[in-house]
């Protein structure tokens, strides 16, 4: 990918936080790349969001960092020579923190409009009416599933969810949908329900969180939807199109598709893209059975570990993951991780839940050819 590579603005750091380098495609098309800080390290850490400006007929910015770097990428871009007022709209690839933290500084300093899937628009609002009893009242729906203690919330989450609930969305839809001349998105749900991929003519493809090198993006559960489906009803009645791990299985075929219609394009990720001091280039279609492969390989060893006695998530993770992974909010993340690959164990009958909170073994093992036979459906 090193090809692609026109200039380097600012070298930023070894993990590449604040680097600002300008890319070129064959036809010319520049994208600067603008990756923010994020506050999340120790042992999961992601590295920065890598925000993108696409400098096509009518550029546009592609996400906005954490809550506190809308201001900085302004800068950021500033320093490439792009000003806010040569972009037409941001889009936001999905409604994770690290992604649009920053929007809301941005849009107030920039009057720029906002771009994101449906789904988006109707998660970023309050319904106390909806909302989980007691503190989260006042959490706009996308974060109601958030299992963070008050220390953590109170300290960092409350002024991004007043925020976020005055923005205007402008929507985009399900399916693959045209964002300008030869500019395409795709919605691609399964690490979050309004995940979208932003395809370049034949030549990038902006992949957000669906796709990462190095690390692999954690799934949603099927259960999230219970939470939200008064949201989103009547556009979304069926759990399994936009949360979990089948979802999300399905959602890399759909982009395997694209990888085979375009093979050498340049996969443009949103972490990682450059860490420990080198580039990490994506070979797409490869990353995506390693990514299926891993998954494959999670739910073997979730069937192991239950073996002959039911167990709760928190106990599969505890078995499963390093101890190191465990350390503070780590163990929320690992007993997530494990409820998804359960989700999908149970849809092909290899395990049951019992007790309310158990997992337990049915002595069958399907899940290798249930992942593999499962397809993108549009
Ligand atoms: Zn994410
Ligand atoms: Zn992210």
Redesign the pocket.
């Known amino acids: 990918m090193e090809q692609y590579i026109k200039e380097i603005i600012n070298p930023g750091d070894e993990n590449g936080n604040e680097m600002v380098i300008k890319f070129q495609l064959p036809s010319g098309l520049e994208i600067f790349g603008l990756p923010t800080r994020n506050f999340y390290g120790g042992h999961w850490d992601?590295g920065p969001?890598w925000n993108y400006a696409v400098m096509a007929d009518k550029p546009f910015l592609v996400d906005s960092g954490r809550f506190g770097q809308g201001k900085n990428l302004i800068r950021m871009m500033e320093s490439a020579g792009v000003s806010a007022e040569d972009l037409g709209f941001v889009l936001i690839s999905h409604s994770?923190e690290?992604?649009d933290g920053g929007l809301a500084e941005l849009v107030e300093s920039t009057r720029l409009k906002v771009k994101a899937h449906a789904i988006y628009d109707l998660l970023i609002r309050r319904y106390p009416e909806n909302a989980p009893p007691g503190h989260k009242q006042a959490f706009p729906a996308k974060c109601w599933h958030c299992p963070m203690p008050e220390s953590f919330w109170s300290k960092n989450c409350l002024e991004y969810h007043r925020v976020l609930h005055n923005l205007v969305i402008d929507k985009i839809n399900d399916g693959e949908n045209p964002l300008g001349p030869h500019i395409r998105t795709f919605h691609l749900p399964g690490h979050s329900p309004d995940c979208l991929a932003v395809l370049l003519g034949e030549e990038a493809i902006l992949v957000?969180?669906i796709v990462l090198p190095d690390i692999s993006p954690w799934p949603t559960r099927e259960a999230m939807f219970a939470e939200v489906a008064e949201i989103i009803k009547p556009g979304y009645t069926d759990p399994e199109a936009l949360f979990g791990l089948q979802r999300y299985i399905k959602s890399l075929k759909k982009l395997a598709e694209i990888a085979v219609q375009h093979p050498d394009i340049l996969i443009l990720p949103?972490?990682r893209f450059y860490y420990n001091n080198r580039w990490n280039g994506i070979q797409l279609a490869d990353r995506i059975n390693e990514l299926i492969r891993h998954h494959i390989e999670r739910c073997a060893a979730i069937l192991e570990i239950l073996g002959s006695r039911p167990k709760t998530a928190e106990e599969i993770a505890q078995e499963h993951f390093d101890a190191k992974l465990l350390e503070g909010f780590g163990s929320m993340m690992a007993a997530n991780e494990a409820i998804s690959h359960c989700e999908l164990l149970i849809a092909c009958g290899d395990v049951t839940a019992i007790d309310g909170n158990k997992y337990a073994a049915t002595g069958k093992t399907d899940f290798k050819v249930y992942i593999e036979s499962l397809r993108p459906d549009y």
């Open positions: 992601l969001t994770h690290d992604h957000g969180d949103a972490h």
